[in-house]
């Protein structure tokens, strides 16, 4: 599946570090992964559960939070609800760029700040969490002995899953004075929780608290077998799909992944091809320029480059237009071979469109700023002569899309008329 590097602002300023994780198709929805506590985006749980997802047909961001992994910014200065005001940008980056954060998915400590997260952020649909513990609280256990010097110091050097983190006595208060019981039963959102039954960091008891607190509707599954880590791919794939095939009931999905192309419409499809000449064109809905195209009985999507923002999940405008211009002409060239009767086996257009400035064009009418340039390379295979392949060059500007660049051309923009 595809991914991708970015960043965005924390909740403290820094520059938070995130992977884009995308199924080849449009998503059905997009996610927001929330990872333990020490851990980062790269941690098995994330990229496994993430890329799983993404197979599933769901864009999923999963970043570091503030001070872990690659984002920026100083851990001990950070607490959960640092945490949760992280997540709630990455929501908000989410949004801007791509689409509505609809699913919310946490694990361990993660699962915690999604529980209190979902609150603030109005448009997503579905929580999910996995290994979480009931109170964010849970965590001091993981400090040992390093408490007694925390409350007696201020802070502590401690070592959790093997590196050194400074802790604060802030963290402590700050994880002892949550409410997460009433944030849980306040949730008014489809919850699933999911975790090991033998757990030995967050115990199976912690599932059944945040059960029992929350409203419905609300879905337990058993990761059978699973460690807390989820460090065995089978057991993120299981969760992940599971998350899947449950949040499917509750987002506004788009067509599912991996959709086949179009048939030819029969007479039990409610959509009918679409006439000679016309061409439809519809956001998508889950992305940041997305948009399905359909021309006859025929249907793709069209999209922009990662480079500009998009999710690169399909040709972009000038890409169509310059496989226009190529359809064309390796057409007319077949054409014009077969009335002669010429011994032409194939023909190959690669095109490159680019801008240039008008000064640099001999040719250009246009003496100012700048000029489009489309460079068409034609390679033509068969037992041709010399003047058959010089003509059938020439025959290429004769093709209809050729034509048409050069001609002057009519745009008329109407509003549609509305029911």
Known sequence: MPTRK?????????????????????????????????????????????????????????????????????????????????LVAAADWLREHHGAPAL???????????????????????????????????????????VAQIQAEGSATVQLAGRPFTVRQAFIDDLTSQ???????????PLMVLHAPRDETVGIDNA????????????????????????????????????????????????????????????????????????????????????DVRAGRHRWVSDEPASVGGDDLGPGPYDLLTA??????????????RHKQWPLDKVTVELTHGKVHAKDCAECETREGKVDRIERVITINGDLDAEQ??????????CPVHRTLHSEVLVVTRAADLA
Not at 17 to 26: C, I, S, V
Not at 48 to 76: P, Q
Not at 325 to 330: R, V
């Open 6 to 86: 970015i960043e965005f602002a924390g909740s403290q300023q820094a520059l938070l570090a995130g992977r884009l994780d995308t199924p080849e198709q449009a998503p059905r929805a997009w996610a927001v992964f929330a990872h333990c506590f020490t851990c980062s985006k790269d941690s098995k749980a994330a990229a496994y559960v993430s890329r799983a997802l993404a197979r599933a047909g769901f864009g999923v961001l999963r970043f570091d939070f503030t001070g872990l992994g690659n984002s920026d910014g100083d851990f001990a200065n950070t607490h959960f609800s640092s945490n949760v005001d992280d």
């Open 104 to 146: 919310l998915i946490g694990h361990s400590l993660g699962g915690a700040a999604v529980l209190a997260a979902a609150g603030r952020i109005a448009d997503n649909k579905a929580v999910a969490t996995i290994g979480a513990p009931f109170d964010p609280a849970h965590v001091v256990k993981q400090l040992g002995q390093g």
């Open 179 to 189: 409410r997460q019981g009433e944030r849980i039963r306040r949730l008014r959102r």
């Open 208 to 291: 059944g608290q945040i059960f029992q607190a929350a409203m419905h509707p609300k879905s337990f599954v058993a990761l059978d077998g699973a460690d807390h880590l989820l460090s065995r791919p089978d057991d993120a794939q299981f969760a992940a799909d599971v998350i899947a095939a449950w949040a499917g009931r509750y987002l506004v999905a788009g067509p599912p992944a991996a959709e086949p192309p179009a048939a030819v419409p029969g007479p039990d499809q409610v959509e009918a091809a679409l006439p000679d000449g016309a061409v439809q064109v519809v956001e998508r809905g889950t992305g940041a320029f997305a948009v």
């Open 324 to 337: 226009a211009l190529g359809a064309c002409t390796a057409m007319t060239l077949r054409m014009y071979a």
């Open 389 to 398: 392949r010089e003509r059938l060059l020439a025959i290429a500007d004769k």
